[in-house]
């Protein structure tokens, strides 16, 4: 399947309607709507005004981001960004920009994840999809492999501990708002049209959107 293709797939799996019909969907939220239309937790109206902030803010600041990396590489573009991920071991927090769902973690991408654990970076960079690979030490450098150069490698070690940072604090907070298992969390993706990124928390992958994708099934 093309990459055009799986992603038309992921849409064709990805809706409202599917969502509401899937046994494995915990929250969905209707971006167009601005409402939750199903939830299995009861939520304060607080934490709904909450999350339907955090939807669409958190994925036009990716977007901006990614804007940023474009002008300062011309390589591997992220844009447009298809969807960002919040992934933990019992659930997965995924939007785009017509809705937000909370739902049971697949277990391929569980797989992908304990498989990027467990390589190392001269492993992972020999995968296929993979363009390049980096862990952050204690300091927030960056031991990477790949073909960016420096400047760009510098800048997207920058993106990677900013947004791990993020997504540490919102899970944090998520965690007391909504009375689902958030831990262990295990890391966040964005999902561009060619190329994505992946981060597990010290360690990151830049990757083509195949790559992933094939790592992202919802049954």
């Known amino acids: 399947m093309t990459n055009s293709g799986a992603l038309e797939n992921l849409k064709t799996i990805l809706n409202s309607k599917s969502l509401l019909e899937n046994p494995h969907t915990k929250l969905l939220i209707d971006k167009s709507k601005k409402e939750i239309i199903f939830s299995t937790e009861g939520l304060k109206k607080n934490v709904e005004t909450f999350l339907k902030h955090l939807v669409k803010v958190d994925k036009d600041m990716m977007e901006l981001i990614f804007e940023g990396w474009s002008v300062v ?8 960004v298809s969807y960002c991920g919040l992934v933990s071991k019992d659930i997965t927090f995924l939007f785009n920009d017509n809705f937000a769902v909370i739902l049971e973690t697949p277990e391929n991408l569980l797989d992908f994840h304990s498989e990027i654990v467990n390589k190392d970076l001269e492993d992972l ?6 363009e390049a690979v980096g862990r952050i030490d ?6 990477y492999k790949g073909c960016l150069t420096e400047y760009e490698e510098d800048i997207l070690n920058k993106i990677v501990i900013s947004e791990d940072k993020i997504n540490t604090l919102l899970v944090d907070m998520l965690s007391i708002l909504i009375p689902l298992k958030w831990e262990p969390h295990l890391g966040w993706f964005i999902l561009g049209k060619e190329y994505s990124i992946v981060s597990i928390y010290k360690k990151w992958i830049l990757l083509e959107t195949e790559g992933l994708l094939k790592n992202f099934v919802v049954n």
């Open 125 to 130: 960079i020999l995968l296929d999809y993979v």
């Open 73 to 80: 590489s011309g390589k591997y573009p992220i844009l447009p």
């Open 138 to 143: 204690k300091t927030e450098q960056s031991i």
